[in-house]
T-cell receptor
Framework: DTAVSQTPKYLVTQMGNDKSIKCEQN?????MYWYKQDSKKFLKIMFS???????INETVPNRFSPKSPDKAHLNLHINSLELGDSAVYFC???????????FGPGTRLTVL | AQSVTQLDSQVPVFEEAPVELRCNYS??????LFWYVQYPNQGLQLLLK??????LVESINGFEAEFNKSQTSFHLRKPSVHISDTAEYFC????????????FGKGTTLSVSS
């Protein structure tokens, strides 16, 4: 059983398109995160949700909109994709009161 | 705000040699410290963590790290590396409360050759 799963694993699309990445965790955690890993492998937090409420929203373009339909899911929707959005996006989850974040396998987004 | 500096971007070593990957952090509050490993084309896996207590923490595959508060360091060591340890290693810090974001260093590429 995969603890944190993401779909799709690879996403290739054209500039200007809108796309979504889905994340699901079966660990019973109440906090979920999105991180972006750029071409130099630098990882940076984008968003975090606790019990479906947004608690961290770093300086990310408005084209990125996270949505958490329930505690087990955190999706990332990206409008009007740009070349600079090409990256690997990681979802993670943790439990409040516990410190460890568990990461998904990543979604490699390529914008052409 | 916290920051993490990984002092070496690439560390090439031969199999069975010892290795140290250096990590320094900066923070005005108490922090948790982590090392994550990323194997090629995979996600991040927790290698070890320091929360409190003993300053020396160990992983199941032979890595250890020592928290040094005075030097604000959390260096990762292994006495004898294997080819399979080839990966990207990330040092990370978070505030000393659950649910906060991880702040990552820029990573160190460990390349083990025979």
């Amino acid at each position: 059983d995969t603890a944190v799963s993401q779909t799709p694993k690879y996403l290739v699309t054209q500039m200007g398109n809108d796309k979504s990445i889905k994340c699901e965790q079966n660990l019973g955690h109440d906090t979920m995160y999105w991180y972006k890993q750029d071409s130099k492998k630098f990882l940076k937090i984008m968003f975090s949700y606790n019990n479906k409420e947004l608690i961290i929203n770093e300086t990310v373009p408005n084209r990125f909109s996270p949505k958490s339909p329930d505690k087990a899911h955190l999706n990332l929707h990206i409008n009007s994709l740009e070349l600079g959005d090409s990256a690997v996006y990681f979802c993670a989850s943790s439990q409040v009161g516990r410190d460890t974040q568990y990461f998904g396998p990543g979604t490699r987004l390529t914008v052409l | 705000a916290q920051s993490v500096t990984q002092l070496d971007s690439q560390v090439p070593v031969f199999e069975e040699a010892p290795v140290e990957l250096r990590c320094n952090y900066s923070s005005s509050v108490s922090v948790y410290l982590f090392w994550y490993v990323q194997y090629p084309n995979q996600g991040l896996q927790l290698l070890l963590k320091y929360l409190s207590g003993s300053t020396l923490v160990e992983s199941i595959n032979g890595f250890e790290a020592e928290f040094n508060k005075s030097q604000t360091s959390f260096h990762l060591r292994k006495p004898s590396v294997h080819i399979s340890d080839t990966a990207e290693y990330f040092c990370a810090v978070s505030e000393n409360q659950a649910g906060t974001a991880l702040i990552f260093g820029k990573g160190t590429t460990l390349s083990v050759s025979s």
